[in-house]
């Protein structure tokens, strides 16, 4: 049996040594113990295992033990394997705590809604011979959302005039969809910047993982809320900004305790405060998130109201210059 098994590896992937071939896996719960080499069977579909997935925060390359990259024999694609992982935390928001937890059905549920919406990652779920609920899904051809800004050249006020408007169009798409999952009861439970790619064929964002799932005596749909707060932020900005890199610009002197954020405390806000450039009612936006805040939104709608007729207050990179021909 597992020579035939090796035998039939070897037949989709004839570039593969054969000492390299692991075993066959149809229970995926011990996912620590499945590693390169090996392959899963789901859904008539076998997988090899080309690596573990990590995600890149802070500088540290996190690895994700549960997600492999893996290889499909039969069709020859690439996939990214998400296993079943419990896992359950308490997060401080202010003065609010929330229980956050992973949920395999939930992503499941919210891969089938985002079938054919092309602002989510797509996939499809099985369940392997154990019972546990393995999501595989599409590998997105593109960067994070954030790098790419990251990567536009120029100081700020550059940035500001030449980047900002076409940045916020996309984020503005972005937004709209965590509304649709919310219009639909769903959450989508990690809202983070790097959860938002760049799909490089057609320029358009894209959301990643949808595992997490929270709860919450307020909004239902608070941290999502938040999480498009702080990703605003580093998109107006640029980058983040805390005392480390505004030391020493002009109007930092002036900060206040309001003009942070009331998580992190040592993030800045309030960004009209160093670039006095910055809009005030796309400013005011952001103050939404801040210490200094006296309401907060409570849904993507809401946000959205005040956020779109921002664009019309920006440089617009795209209109000629006067006395151009």
């Known amino acids: 049996m597992e020579q035939d098994f090796r035998d039939f590896v070897l037949e989709h992937m004839p570039h593969i040594e054969r000492r390299r071939i692991g075993g066959l896996y149809t229970d995926t719960t011990d996912f620590t113990s499945i590693g390169y080499g090996d392959v899963i069977r789901l859904a008539d579909r076998h997988y090899m295992v080309l690596r573990d997935e990590a995600e890149r925060r802070f500088g540290i390359e996190d690895f994700k033990f549960w997600v492999k ?26 003065s609010m705590r929330i229980r956050s937890f992973r949920s395999a ?10 079938r054919d919406d092309p602002r989510f990652m797509h996939g499809f779920s099985a ?10 899904l599409e590998v997105i051809r593109g960067k994070r959302f954030d790098e790419v800004v990251d990567a536009l050249p120029g100081d700020h006020a550059f940035y500001f ?13 972005a937004c709209e969809a965590i509304g649709f999952l919310h219009q639909h009861g769903e959450q989508h439970g990690d809202v983070r910047r790097d959860h938002l790619w760049m799909e490089t064929s057609t320029g358009r964002g894209r959301w990643l993982d949808f595992d997490y799932a929270y709860e919450t005596r307020a909004n239902p749909f608070g941290l999502d809320l938040y999480g498009l707060g702080n990703s605003l932020l580093f998109l107006v900005g640029k980058r983040i900004y805390t005392p480390h ?21 040592n993030r800045l806000v309030n960004l ?12 005011n936006v952001l103050l939404h998130f801040s ?3 006296e309401t907060f939104y409570d849904s993507v709608d809401e946000m959205l109201f005040e956020l779109r007729p921002c664009l019309d207050l920006l440089p617009n990179p795209q209109e000629p210059k006067e006395g151009a021909p």
């Open 69 to 94: 990259r893996c290889r499909c024999l039969e069709t020859k694609e690439p996939a990214i394997l998400k296993l079943v992982f419990h896992e359950e935390f308490t997060q401080q928001i202010g």
């Open 105 to 114: 059905t939930k992503e499941a549920r919210i891969l089938d809604l985002v």
């Open 127 to 136: 369940r392997d011979e154990a019972g546990n609920l393995v999501r595989v």
């Open 161 to 173: 005039h030449n980047n900002l408007r076409p940045v916020l169009n996309t984020f503005i798409d």
């Open 245 to 265: 890199v505004f030391e020493g610009m002009e109007g930092s002197e002036a900060l206040q305790p309001g003009d942070f954020s009331p998580v992190i405390r």
């Open 272 to 283: 009209r405060r160093l670039f006095p450039y910055i809009p005030k009612p796309l400013n």
């Open 291 to 293: 210490e200094g805040a």
